[in-house]
């Protein structure tokens, strides 16, 4: 079990994460996109999705420090264990609040916004329950890692290793499977959301424009050759009746 | 000097009759699509008035175009490259639905279903956002003919500036108000803000013919474009989560057809053709640090296509000879530079619009007739247009950046060519100080009268086809609008992944190219250059080609498109 879970599953997950993406990013470039519901509403919007956004990109930054920079680095620089773990609660917590924070303002003005709602997809919904269980779950692990520090099992010596020992193809499926149950929980949805990412809305995080800091402002191009793909017949007709079938 | 051609149109707003032709056409052609029901490319707006969107020209909200930094180098008035990405989460100047409109529908069903009974049944409007009721209270030419004006025309933001300046010198009572009608689309800038703003890259100059597009696979719906663009053409399409802006016709430009707001166009006001203009001198001229300078710094930038020099250059380029040709022709190219009666909108955005405007004399005409005056005796309106000093700051704050002496010699110069040309109707020896008073000559002023009053199609409409060596590429092009969703009218069924994904449909440019055939001879044309999809436009009444009528069972689609969805895994 414990072979499949840390030792099967993440390879799955990424050879469904990458070649999903890859298969997106050839065939569906037009549905790449953010999908923004701005035009509908604003004033929520303005408050939840940049403390959202911000708050998982500190959430992040977190993970990288956690996961990837081994525990001797951060003692060898003289971090002891005490402050390490403050400030990865302060920060993390912190991060985590908001993001959470965030997402619920988002979700909210989702189901009671008109308009928007109406433009959420099945995809959406799921994606929001297995994204928001994810935030949950991690939080769960930022307040556990306090806790378990007592008994000696800090996610620095199971969770990490493991994530580490993945990279090298010899997962150390002993050191996550002696993890506590939140960690497990965090680590199997964290796994899900990677797996149905491509699939979803969030591969807009996976274009973020930052490229745009380096390019010319004018950009000149010559006419293009598009492939040629057989030209599609019918079309959506203006009205409310796309709204309607859609409820149904 | 990197001679570029410039697809570029002048509209005379003198002969604009308001009547919307253009903006209705395009719209069937372009934008008659759910996602972007509020959408107009093309646009007709009654000036004074608050415009489409609601007061875009307040960039003091809207934050669009360009201004010049400390050092006097251009920079995006919304703000430079790192504050766009912080602010990409939530775009913070970015029109609302609101802002625009909330588009509708009736519910015309209720009044063939409804049961008999003792009242008439009533087509409710039903917003085309929610579906449900809504109560209508804004549209994109609500103010139409100055409607509304005693209450709203203080909102009109150039209304707002000049009596500023002028200390409450415009009366909005009705007795008093001028009038004149600005269709506005995309303006296809040299040094477009939209571009610049673009997170993603996605909007783009074509080199060959300056056309701005969006490349609809490359955008990713950050929204910054709607904020950068000062004029506001750029649009959100809801459905798809994409932008979209007037594509200038240009599967229709590339066959030698005019666009379809000007093919359409009831009052022949708008004339199309090429410039010839320095690209590496854009970013000097848009930089010059007094914005009534503007215009003449633009001016400079488009070069004399008669100019042996320029010729060397632009073949240097690989501009080929019919459209070295073509821009010696160009009907555009003569209102700017040779007759100099064309000018850019708001050059003060600093973007070098090219779709330019002849500014109206008819708010002045009109007046001085409801006066009683002789509306074309030379001495009479040029008295006029000097005394007339509002609806002339307006239009300075409109066309020149509120120069007012630029404007007042183009105004002279349409009033100079009313008088003249009244003394030949007459027959009357030709009064060669007319011309002379305004800088002109007889002769160059009867041509300017003839460009302007009775050009042929072919005279107003100077289009150079896209290269036959490049006919491979321009087949089957996959640019800008032509996708699902998009007016290539491809299926838009929700798909896992949202609304409108999956494999782009690309232009069929060879429908145009049918429609150029069809247009230029006397044959009726076969049903069987439709493949697939119709456009309204290209149909020439003849048969029910297939693609003509939606499916009569919207959940079966026919064969084809399951089996095209199916391989696309979708």
Redesign the interface.
Same mark, same amino acid.
């Given at each position: 079990m414990n072979i499949l879970l840390w030792g099967v599953l993440p390879y799955v997950m990424f050879v469904v994460l990458v070649g999903g993406l890859i298969?997106?990013y050839r065939?569906?470039?037009?549905?790449?996109?953010?999908?923004?519901?701005?035009?509908?509403?604003?004033r929520l919007?303005?408050i939840g999705?940049?403390i959202?956004?911000?708050g998982l990109l500190a959430v992040i930054a977190g993970h990288f420090f956690g996961l990837v920079i081994p525990k001797s680095w951060t003692e060898a620089v003289g971090m002891s264990e005490g402050l390490y773990h403050f400030n990865a609660l302060l920060v993390g917590s912190i991060a985590g609040v908001g993001t959470l924070g965030g997402i619920i303002i988002l979700i909210y003005r989702r189901r009671k916004t008109?308009?928007v709602f109406?433009?959420t997809?099945n995809?959406?919904k799921l994606m929001y329950v297995v994204l928001v269980a994810a935030i949950i779950f991690g939080l769960w692990t930022t307040v556990a890692s306090v806790f378990s520090n007592t008994h000696g099992i800090t996610y620095r010596d199971t969770v990490s290793p493991w994530f580490r020992s993945l990279f090298i193809l010899q997962p150390d499926i002993a050191a996550m499977a002696a993890a506590p149950l939140a960690f497990h929980m965090h680590t199997l949805v964290g796994m899900a959301l990677f797996t149905i990412w491509p699939?979803?809305?969030l591969v807009?995080a996976f274009?973020a424009?930052?490229?745009?800091?380096f390019?010319p402002?004018?950009?000149?191009?010559?006419?293009?050759?598009?492939?040629?793909?057989?030209?599609?017949?019918?079309?959506?007709?203006?009205?409310?009746r796309?709204?309607?079938?859609?409820k149904r | 000097m990197r001679v570029m051609a410039q697809m570029g149109m002048v509209m005379n707003l003198d002969k604009c009759i308001g009547c919307h032709t253009c903006s209705v056409t395009c719209k069937q052609a372009w934008t008659?699509?759910?996602g972007v029901?509020y959408v107009w490319f093309n646009n007709v707006e009654t000036r004074p008035g608050q415009g489409y969107p609601r007061r875009y020209e307040d960039q003091e909200k809207w934050k669009g175009g360009w201004e010049l930094n400390k050092r006097g180098r251009l920079k995006l008035k919304a703000g430079g490259?790192?504050k766009?990405?912080f602010g990409?989460?939530?775009?913070?100047l970015?029109p609302?639905?609101k802002d625009y409109y909330e588009?509708w529908?009736y519910d015309y069903k209720t009044l063939v279903d409804a049961p008999l009974g003792d009242d008439f049944p009533v087509a409710r409007p039903?917003?085309?956002?929610?579906?449900?009721d809504t109560k209508i209270t804004w549209s994109a030419n609500w103010d139409d003919d100055l409607g509304g004006t005693t209450e709203m025309g203080h909102l009109d933001p150039i209304v707002e500036k000049v009596r500023r300046e002028s200390e409450d010198k415009i009366k909005l009572e009705f007795e008093q108000t001028f009038m004149f009608y600005l269709p506005r689309i995309c303006e296809h800038c040299l040094?477009?803000s939209c571009?610049?703003s673009?997170?993603?890259?996605a909007?783009?100059?074509?080199?060959?013919d300056g056309i701005v597009l969006v490349?609809?696979?490359?955008?990713?719906?950050?929204?910054q474009c709607m904020t950068g663009c000062p004029y506001k053409k750029i649009y959100?399409n809801?459905?798809?989560?994409?932008a979209e802006k007037c594509t200038f016709c240009y599967p229709r430009i590339e066959v030698g057809l005019p666009t379809v707001c000007s093919e359409t166009c009831v009052g022949r006001l708008r004339y199309l053709g090429l410039f010839l203009y320095d690209a590496d001198a854009?970013t000097a001229a848009a930089s010059v640090t007094d914005p009534q300078d503007l215009y003449q710094a633009q001016m400079d930038v488009l070069l004399d296509p008669h100019d042996p020099a320029v010729i060397a250059a632009a073949r240097e380029q690989g501009i080929q000879e019919d459209w070295i040709d073509a821009a010696q022709k160009s009907p555009v190219y003569a209102l700017t530079k040779v007759y100099n009666v064309a000018l850019p909108l708001h050059p003060e955005y600093r973007t070098m619009p090219m779709v330019w405007y002849i500014p109206p004399l008819s708010p002045v005409v009109d007046l001085l007739r409801d006066q009683g005056h002789d509306a074309e005796d030379p001495d009479v309106l040029f008295g006029a247009i000097d005394a007339l000093r509002i609806p002339v700051e307006y239009l300075a704050e409109l066309f020149t950046a509120g120069d007012v002496d630029r404007v007042t010699l183009v105004l002279r110069k349409l009033a100079a060519m009313r008088a003249y040309m009244r003394g030949i109707s007459l027959g009357n020896e030709p009064d060669e100080s007319i011309p002379a008073s305004v800088g002109m000559d007889g002769a160059t002023m009867y041509e300017m009268y003839r460009l302007m009053a009775i050009a042929k199609y072919s005279e107003r409409y100077v289009i150079p086809k896209?290269h036959a060596e490049?006919a491979h590429?321009?087949e089957?092009?996959?640019?800008s609008l032509d996708?699902?969703?998009g007016p290539?009218?491809?299926?838009?069924g929700?798909?896992?992944?949202?609304?409108? @994904? =999956? &494999?782009?449909?690309?232009v069929?440019v060879e429908t145009f190219h049918a429609l150029q055939d069809r247009q230029t001879s006397d044959s009726v044309a076969g049903a069987d250059t439709l @493949? =697939? &999809?119709v456009n309204l436009l290209n149909w020439d009444g003849n048969g029910a080609p297939?693609?003509l009528f939606?499916?009569r069972h919207?959940t079966e689609?026919?064969a084809?498109?399951a089996a095209?969805e199916g391989g696309?895994?979708a």
């Open positions: 298969w997106r065939y569906d470039q037009f549905g790449w996109t953010t999908r923004s519901s701005q035009l509908y509403e604003s919007l303005r999705s940049p959202f956004h911000f008109g308009p109406m433009a997809t995809n959406d699939f979803t809305r807009h274009t424009p930052l490229h745009y800091l390019r402002y004018i950009v000149y191009r010559s006419r293009d050759k598009g492939a040629s793909v057989p030209a599609r017949s019918g079309w959506s007709e203006v009205g409310t796309d709204r309607d079938t859609r | 008659n699509r759910a029901e490259r790192v766009k990405l990409l989460f939530a775009s913070p970015q609302e639905l588009p529908t039903k917003s085309l956002i929610t579906g449900k040094n477009p571009m610049a673009c997170p993603s890259g909007i783009y100059k074509r080199v060959e490349d609809q696979d490359k955008c990713r719906g950050w929204r959100f809801h459905k798809t989560g994409k854009v896209a490049q590429d321009l089957e092009m996959g640019c996708f699902d969703g290539g009218m491809g299926a838009m929700s798909s896992p992944f949202g609304e409108a @994904s =999956g &494999r782009p449909t690309p069929a @493949s =697939g &999809r297939p693609g939606p499916q919207p689609p026919p084809d498109v095209l696309g895994g």
